[in-house]
């Protein structure tokens, strides 16, 4: 169910999310690995058709998985998820009348305006938590590659000698070993996450136990080293934070 909430809109619509290896069923946690081909009903399918084939067969469809939720997570009186079925079933406002013996047509383009409302009222609602998420963010904001790029630099921006000084001072017994202080300013940081970096294998997915045990031989702080090696886009991870790799 988390993993449910912390994708994206787009992503909850398709039911399922896309990892660096495989495709994960959001509705009940199904991995499907990429590169193989999967048979069903006589068809062969890659792992992406099949998620959907999955979702179809095993969950109906997203909608019917979301609109069975129970009303604290949708927010929806049964006789509001009632209409909303109905709806998505493409019932006109006199077939809806009909079944479920509502008074008159009116009162049924009544319920398409509040629903209609509690829409409008979901969207401002959300665009305000990404607002807040993104301002809590900012001291650490994500470096795009650019920006990235700006930090470091190249011989112009920061000379050879002044990077070689910066990892001295953080790697005293050589870029080997380990971290002696974490880096306090964004260069500082940027430098040793990209040395740390060099430290994972690029055709390894790693558990997030297996990262941390490598970490760990290179600073005792392995939260905030797993952070910044994230932040600053040497490595990317699931959303649930269970698998890493090298970006």
């Not at 929806?76 to 079933?89: A, I, K, N």
Request: overall charge negative.
């Amino acid at each position: 169910m988390e993993q449910l909430w912390d994708a994206t809109v787009e992503e909850v619509k398709q039911g399922y999310i896309e990892e660096k290896n495989a495709y994960q069923c959001l509705l009940c946690g199904k991995r499907l690995e990429k590169g193989i081909i999967y048979p069903y009903e006589h068809a062969l399918y890659d792992a992406e058709r099949f998620m959907r084939v999955h979702i179809e067969h095993s969950h109906q469809s997203v909608f019917s998985y979301l609109i069975g939720l129970d009303k604290k997570w949708t927010g929806l009186t049964e006789h509001q998820g009632d209409v909303l079925r109905l709806f998505y079933q493409g019932k006109t406002d006199k077939e809806v009348q009909d079944e479920l013996a509502i008074g008159s047509a009116t009162t049924v383009r009544h319920h398409r305006f509040a629903l209609k409302e509690k829409e409008r009222q979901a969207k401002a609602f959300l665009a305000m938590m990404e607002l807040i998420k993104e301002r809590a963010d900012q001291p650490t904001a994500f470096l795009t590659p650019q920006k990235a790029a700006q930090v470091v630099g190249d011989n112009t921006a920061l000379a050879e000698d002044e990077k070689h000084a910066i990892l001295q001072r953080f790697f005293p017994e050589g870029v080997t070993g380990m971290v002696n202080e974490f880096p306090t300013t964004e260069q500082q940081q940027m430098i040793v996450m990209q040395e740390v970096a060099r430290r994972l294998n690029g055709e390894i997915t790693y558990s997030a136990d297996e990262l941390e045990r490598l970490l760990r031989t290179i600073h005792a702080d392995v939260d905030r080293l797993k952070k910044a090696l994230v932040d600053y886009g040497f490595v990317g991870q699931t959303r649930d934070g269970s698998q890493y790799w090298l970006k």
